[in-house]
């Protein structure tokens, strides 16, 4: 089992910076990738963003490219999503989550989530 807590979340005015952190615990050897997840409201859960645990490859949405940074640190199992300028459309719950499996594609077989992270950003 791995347990994931999210941190960092919180309310910012458009145009503002969060950064948002995720630790993992347990069973964490068995990491292939991590990443970030978005539910609005009213909406289906996206992607976001996700690093691999030990490579240098990144890969974000096109929403989030060019704002957003993903980054990890493997001594704290822990992996942090930088987000600049920051939008309305924004405002979400943010989870973190990993992905032990290489089958199928980065954005796909997450199966450990965080409880979640509310991020809001005013107009």
């Known amino acids: 089992q791995v347990q994931l807590v999210e941190s960092g979340g919180g309310l910012v005015q458009a145009g503002g910076s969060l950064r948002l952190s995720c630790a993992a615990s347990g069973r964490t050897y068995n990491i292939y990738f991590m990443g970030w997840f978005r539910q609005a409201p009213g909406k289906e859960r996206e992607f976001l963003a996700t690093?691999?645990?030990?490579?240098?490859?990144?890969y974000y949405a096109d929403s989030v490219k060019g704002r957003f940074t993903i980054s990890r640190d493997n001594a704290k199992n822990t992996v942090y999503l930088q987000m600049n300028s920051l939008k309305p459309e924004d405002t979400g719950v943010y989870y973190c989550a990993i992905k032990e499996s290489s089958s199928g594609r980065y954005y796909q077989g997450y199966n450990y989530w965080g409880q979640g992270t509310q991020v809001t950003v005013s107009s």
């Open positions: 690093i691999s645990w030990s490579a240098p490859s990144t």
